[in-house]
């Protein structure tokens, strides 16, 4: 007779080699993964600094797993959208993205935060820095060689600035700048560094703090005047002179850039992950690609990002 108890052990055996098999498929996953194409979202523009280094870096990732890694640009909103559009997707490994400044300072400046850091993410690992430029457009501002010069400039005219964009590492720099040499200037945020950069190029804002990523290149070819590092001893420009050389004893900010993925990524995921991102970058192809682009590799723990 097949009795109520019988049924039961019958259902927890089914149930039990169910979650043995589930959890058997689970382990044989992760063991192989990657086994397809990953998706690398990067929060900002094409041919922003932002995307130039995180395609570097997909290439790389790309050619030590042996699978396509596929760089999708979703931009918008500081960074918003590309960081919650990686959030809301599944948690195995297969969607993963850049985090920068802008994307860390815009919950402090939203009306309504569009994500918490400290819970909806898996944080994979700190990749590198970049030091901060400011320059100027040298018809825009022929006098202007100094951050002396330009606050002397600044009592003259009206004068605007841009960054990659409201809440951005250069942007709160700036006002901290204005605000400590006694200045004024307006900001006139872009949608990354890449518009920004070609709005200055064109004359638009004369002034721009911008990762080294995004005007070192301008630099060297002569259209872009640079005033102030916000790092001693910047090797690219020796004769540049940094915030704390000229006085500027408010800030000492950095830019960098982490990787991260969904919450609830599995942890072997994760710190595979993140053994790959630190094994990238100690590529010495990696490290001059990087570098040539104006970022320095400097790789954390996901507990230390």
């Known amino acids: 007779m097949f009795t109520l108890k019988r049924f039961s052990k019958a259902l927890f055996a089914v149930a039990t080699g169910a979650l043995v098999m589930a959890s058997g498929t689970a382990v044989q996953a992760q063991a192989d993964f990657p086994n397809k194409p990953l998706t690398w979202v990067i929060p900002f523009p094409p041919g922003g600094p932002t995307d130039v280094t995180s395609r570097i870096l997909a290439d790389a990732f790309s050619k030590d797993f042996g699978e396509t890694v596929v760089s999708e640009n979703k931009s918008g909103a500081s960074g918003t959208i590309g960081v919650r559009s990686v959030i809301r997707d599944k948690a195995d490994g297969y969607t993963f993205g850049t985090l920068a400044a ?118 060297q070819a002569g259209k872009l005047r640079p005033i102030a590092v916000n790092t001693d001893n910047f090797a690219p420009l020796p004769d540049v002179k940094s915030l704390n050389e000229q006085g500027v004893t408010s800030t000492k900010a950095v830019s960098w850039y982490g990787v991260f993925g969904p919450k609830g990524m599995s942890d072997d995921i994760r710190d595979k992950l993140s053994a790959t991102l630190e094994k990238v970058l100690q590529d010495p192809i990696v490290v001059e690609r990087m570098q040539s682009a104006g970022a320095y590799p400097h790789f954390t723990t996901p507990q230390g990002m």
């Open 102 to 219: 802008p994307s860390l300072i815009a919950p402090f400046l939203l009306p309504q935060a569009p994500y918490d850091l400290t819970q909806d993410i898996t944080p994979i690992g700190v990749a590198y820095v970049t030091p901060l430029i400011m320059v100027v457009n040298p018809d825009a501002l022929p006098n202007v060689t100094d951050l002396a010069s330009l606050a002397e400039a600044a009592k003259t005219m009206d004068l605007n600035y841009t960054t990659a964009g409201v809440g951005s590492t250069a942007h709160l720099t700036v006002e901290l700048i204005k605000k400590e040499l006694g200045f004024d200037a307006v900001h006139i945020p872009y949608q990354g560094s890449s518009p920004a950069v070609t709005a200055t190029l064109a004359g638009e804002v004369p002034l721009m703090f911008s990762d080294s990523l995004a005007v070192l290149p301008h630099i």
